[in-house]
Structure formats: structure tokens, C-alpha cells
């Protein structure tokens, strides 16, 4: 919000202090705090000195760190989650759900491109915008999905006579399974996979959450996920069974969900990640106090043929099945660059018949050629035979034709040394295409032999996931 001269010479004569110094002086400390207040509006914190003749204010940036210009852009993108809110119910597909469409989250977003500052900065900023802005709950949840903001308030579970069916939110499993059929005729999982990384590196990243705010966030955090996707799909008069539809899904593939979690666990364990290995570490059969006095059963890493893991024998696995995806990985690239020289040679080929092809084209068109000219020639010599006058212009023919006859015969050799030459080098290209398919071949069982000899690893990697999907789980 600009504030001018003009603009605190009028706020002075509203106040009928513009020409009275003690009158000023008197109202000064409330005209200060009133000009705090009015930037505050706008989540902007300002220094002011006033005085009867002028004003100064120092703002504070957003991050005194940052250039001006990325604080008029933050501030900017203030005025635009303001308008959001003040216009709150346009932007409440559900109750309990705030959905910023594509068009606006663009905007938002691309005043931080324009200044060359990445997604990550832009995000972080932005939720602590909103956060801010919308006044949320520490229970709230912002995510940034399928090209949306959405803010996602936290509801309390909903209260059911008792003995009720409370699974779906008080839907039938009839109506929740036809729901379900209708909307993922193929099952839901591609759909939820698409954005399940995401999900967990935004909201259950590794490398930052503790097992305490896991435990408490996972469930709420899959589920406004999967809120978000139905809303995508379902119709506008299904949306009142989106709570119940998720409670489905969420059952469907809670497994599948935690598996994929547990192999992400993973993936930082593979690369030492510090929070992550405290993270597997806190992974024990122990009974500890929390800050509140409360006793909390923790459960070990035990997978399905009851032998426990800890952190030691993790990481052991995961170094053996990291240079086991290397060895795969990298037999994988012999077998593309073997592929490539074999449709190198495909292409070689593929020209050198088309080469050889042309040629004798040439060739047969040569011969015509020579047989038509042949027939001239023949033909000229029973005229002159037949002419016992000196007939210079048949002699004249004559001596054209023969002169033809030598550069078709020169051009006859020519072609034929080309097609020769082809020949011999197709024979070559096909023998070096038959050696490359050997290799290929070669390659391709390498490959097979490496992934059987790390089966066990491979085994035992999927072991341990399921384990630490299972404990995930456990609350």
C-alpha cells in the first residue's frame, strides 16, 4: 500500500491538527500507531517518525536479506491472497478446503521466476503467506498439487451413533464401492502415485520430520491428499461424499501407500541422511515419556519371518542394494549403447541398399540405352549399305552413335564398380550388424546374470520395506 505526502497532509487536516503543533503533538503517538496499523493491513511492519512538515517510514522486508524488488513482489503476491480471502467462499469447493486454481498460483509463482528465485523459495514463502494470511492451525495442511494451492483445515473426526458403520463417513460400503468403480474403472493407484512423492517430500520430508510429527501428520496428510485428487475427478453433486470416497480409498491402498513411504525412508537411509538415520533409529521395542508425562510403546523394524532390524544392519543391505542398482544401472547403459550400434547398423544398411538400389535403376536405364542405341546403329549401317551415294549426314550418325556407345560403356563400368563396392560393403555392414546382435545379445544376458546374482539383495531390500512400512503404521 502507498502512502504519500498528499496522503499524511490529508489525514493531518482530517484530524485538524495539519496547522497546530501541540495539537500534533498531542494526537502523535495515536497517528502513529493508526499508520501501523493501516500497513499492517496489508502484513507489511513498518518504523514511522512523524512529524507536523513530514513523515518517515522504514519498512521491514519479508528477508532483509533479499533484494527490494523480491519484497514488492512478496508484497504483491500479499494483496493477492488478501483478495482470496475476502472472497473466501468462491474458492471452498468443500467446507474445510481452500483450492487456489492453476491461473492464480501461476501468478503468484512466476513473480519469483521473474526474479530467478527457485520453486523451492517460492513455496516456502508462499505458505508462510498463507499460513499468516489465512490464520491457520499448526493441524492445517498447505499443499501444492496437480498444478493448485489448496489449504486443507482441520476437521475433528465426525461423531456417530454408537454401533454405526463410521468407516466412510457414515456412507454405505455399497454406494462407496460403486463410487469407486465409476470413478477409477482401472483402480486408483497410477493416479495416486503421480503425486505421492510429491506429498511426502512436501509434507513427510525425511530429511526433516521427526517420528513423533510423522505418527501425528501421515493419515491426515495422505487424506487431504487424496481429497485433492478426487476433487479432480468427481463430479460437483458426488462432492458431498468426498469424505467418505477417501476413507475408501485410503483403506484400499494404505499399504501400498506406506510401502511406497518406507522405500522413500529408504532412499535417504541409502544416502546417509543424518534425520534419517535418526529417524530408522528411533525404531525400538522401548516404552518412553513424552513431554507431557505420557508413556509411548515404541515398536522395532520386524519383518514377516520375525527377525528384527536396526539401523546397522539397514544400512548394511542398503549399501549392498545401492552398488547392486549401480551394477544394473550401469548394465543397462551397455545394453543401450549396444542397441544404438545395432541400429547404427540397421541405418547403414537400410542407405546401402537404397544405394544399391539406385544403381542398378542407373543400370537398367543404361542398358535401354545400349540396346536402343544398338538398334540405331544397326539400322544406320543398312541405310548407308543400301546408299551407294557418299551420304555425309548418315556417316555424321553413325559416328554419334558409336561416340554414345563408348560413354555408355564408360558409364556401364562406372556404375558397376559402384554396385560392386556396395555389394562388398553391404556384406561387411550385414557381418558387423550380425556381431553387434551378438553382443546385444551378450549384453542382455549380463544383465540377467547381475540381476539374479543381487536377487537376494533385491530381496532382502523388499524385506525391510515391508517391515518399515508395517512400523510406520503403528501408532
Not at 510401502?259 to 525404531?283: M, P, Q
Amino acid at each position: 500500500m502507498d502512502f504519500t505526502l498528499e496522503h499524511y497532509y490529508k489525514l493531518l487536516n482530517q484530524l485538524s491538527v495539519s496547522d497546530n503543533k501541540e495539537r500534533f503533538n498531542d494526537k502523535k503517538g495515536a497517528i502513529n500507531k493508526a499508520l501501523i496499523t493501516y500497513f499492517s493491513q496489508t502484513h507489511q511492519t513498518i518504523d514511522i517518525q512523524t512529524s507536523l512538515d513530514t513523515f518517515t517510514i522504514k519498512k521491514h522486508f519479508i528477508d532483509p536479506s533479499r533484494a527490494e524488488a523480491f519484497d514488492r513482489m512478496t508484497h504483491a503476491n500479499v494483496s493477492i491472497l488478501l483478495d482470496i480471502l475476502d472472497r473466501k467462499e468462491e474458492f471452498l469447493p468443500l467446507p474445510y478446503l481452500v483450492s487456489i486454481p492453476h491461473p492464480i498460483r501461476t501468478q503468484i509463482i512466476e513473480g519469483y521466476s521473474s526474479i530467478n528465485e527457485s520453486m523451492e523459495v517460492a513455496r516456502y514463502f508462499t505458505r508462510q503467506q498463507i499460513d499468516t494470511i489465512f490464520a491457520l492451525d499448526e493441524r492445517d495442511i498447505i499443499f501444492f498439487l496437480q498444478g493448485k494451492i489448496s489449504i486443507r483445515y482441520y476437521t475433528p473426526p465426525k461423531k456417530f451413533p454408537a454401533g454405526s458403520d463410521n468407516r466412510f463417513s457414515g456412507e454405505s460400503v455399497e454406494s462407496m464401492e460403486a463410487m469407486y468403480r465409476h470413478y477409477f474403472p482401472e483402480g486408483a493407484w497410477e493416479d495416486i502415485e503421480t503425486i505421492l512423492g510429491e506429498v511426502i517430500e512436501e509434507k513427510l520430508n525425511f530429511s526433516v520430520i521427526d517420528n513423533i510429527t510423522f505418527t501425528k501428520t501421515f493419515i491426515p496428510v495422505f487424506r487431504s491428499m487424496i481429497e485433492i485428487l478426487l476433487l479432480d475427478k468427481v463430479s460437483e453433486e458426488d462432492r458431498s461424499k468426498i469424505e467418505g470416497q477417501t476413507g475408501f480409498i485410503l483403506r484400499q491402498y494404505f499399504h501400498p501407500i506406506l510401502l511406497y513411504t518406507a522405500k522413500n525412508l529408504l532412499d535417504f537411509v541409502e544416502n546417509r541422511d543424518k534425520n534419517a538415520e535418526s529417524f530408522v533409529k528411533y525404531f525400538t521395542d522401548d516404552i518412553i515419556i513424552d513431554g507431557a508425562g505420557n508413556k509411548i510403546q515404541k515398536f522395532a523394524i520386524t519383518d514377516r519371518r520375525q527377525q528384527k532390524w536396526n539401523y546397522s544392519s539397514v544400512v548394511s543391505v542398503m549399501m549392498q542394494y545401492k552398488q547392486s542398482k549401480i551394477r544394473i544401472a550401469a548394465q543397462k547403459e551397455s545394453i543401450v549403447s549396444a542397441q544404438e550400434r545395432v541400429s547404427e547398423s540397421q541405418n547403414d544398411i537400410s542407405t546401402e541398399k537404397k544405394h544399391k538400389l539406385e544403381i542398378m535403376e542407373k543400370l537398367d536405364e543404361i542398358e535401354t540405352m545400349v540396346s536402343e542405341n544398338d538398334k540405331k546403329i544397326t539400322e544406320l549401317k543398312r541405310q548407308i549399305a543400301d546408299n551407294t551415294d557418299d551420304n555425309i549426314a548418315l556417316k555424321s550418325e553413325l559416328k554419334n552413335g558409336h561416340d554414345l556407345y563408348s560413354e555408355l560403356f564408360k558409364l556401364k563400368k562406372n556404375y558397376s564398380t559402384q554396385l560392386e563396392l556396395t555389394k562388398n560393403r553391404l556384406t561387411n555392414k550385414m557381418s558387423e550388424l550380425a556381431q553387434r546382435h551378438k553382443k546385444l545379445e551378450y549384453e542382455k544376458k549380463a544383465l540377467q546374470s547381475i540381476i539374479e546374482q543381487t536377487a537376494s539383495v533385491k530381496e532382502m531390500y523388499e524385506l525391510i520395506a515391508e517391515a518399515i512400512s508395517l512400523v510406520l503404521a503403528k501408532r
